[in-house]
């Protein structure tokens, strides 16, 4: 069982770009999450889905946007990278919004 | 949100319990306590999850008091692998919005040592 995967693992991004990162999960959750994490910090949602079809701005969606048109799949987007979105990106689904969360291995991402 | 305070980072042996202390004075009726590991280069896990009094699984205890005010993560006779970030989270969702949202502190950093 895979559970939640990402990809890429790593990325070096130039400024200005564009990025899609992806996280596919086969739990068949309801819900999942984009979180960043920096050094020294913890986690914080950049945003959110509770079911297929929906998705909701966290605590840090400026920048990113997002996608769930079935419910194994969970984009994430940069539309244009800056170096201050540096950092290391978490998916995460589970079964509903209040259930335990399962996380991805995560993407560090470096934007230069 | 509620608002979680715990040590930044807490020393072990081998062999001892551990027992990581989370303040959370502003816990509403309806938020439940949840802790999370996070070991270096990975996502978090589930490790416990209460409301009141004390639960225990293969892992870990979570000790919570009447006033819910707090509660103590114990680890039992830890290891070296046991070293890692514990995050203490209280609400009821992990998304935003009117819900309760579980948020990631900075967590408590556990060394143990030989």
């Known amino acids: 069982i895979a559970g939640i995967t990402q990809a890429p693992t790593s990325q070096i991004l130039a400024a200005g770009r564009r990025m899609t990162l992806r996280c596919t999960q086969d739990?068949?959750?309801?819900?999942m999450y984009w979180y960043r994490q920096d050094l020294g910090l913890g986690l914080r949602l950049i945003h959110y889905?509770?079911?297929?079809?929906?998705?909701g701005k966290g605590e840090v969606p400026d920048g990113y946007s997002v996608s769930r048109a079935n419910t194994d799949d969970f984009p994430l987007t940069l539309a244009s990278a800056v170096p201050s979105q540096t950092s290391v990106y978490f998916c995460?689904?589970?079964?509903?919004?209040?259930?335990?969360?399962?996380f991805g291995q995560g993407t560090r991402l470096t934007v230069v | 949100l509620a608002k979680t305070t715990q040590p930044i980072s807490m020393d072990s042996y081998e062999g001892q319990e551990v027992n990581i202390t989370c303040s959370h004075n502003?816990?509403?009726?309806?938020?439940?306590i949840t802790w999370y590991q996070q070991f270096p280069s990975q996502g978090p896990r589930f490790i416990i999850q209460?409301?009141?009094t004390k639960v225990t699984n293969e892992v870990a205890s979570l000790f919570i008091p009447a006033d819910r005010k707090s509660s103590t993560l114990s680890l039992p006779r830890v290891s070296l692998s046991d070293t890692a970030v514990y995050y203490c989270?209280?609400?009821?969702?992990?998304?935003?919005?009117?819900?309760?949202?579980?948020?990631f502190g900075s967590g408590t950093q556990l060394t143990v040592l030989p």
């Open positions: 995460a689904s589970s079964v509903n919004r209040d259930t335990e969360a399962f």
């Open positions: 739990m068949r959750h309801n819900a």
């Open positions: 889905s509770n079911t297929a079809g929906t998705t």
């Open positions: 502003n816990i509403a009726t309806n938020d439940y």
């Open positions: 209460g409301y009141k």
């Open positions: 989270l209280v609400g009821n969702s992990f998304s935003s919005g009117s819900a309760r949202q579980l948020t």
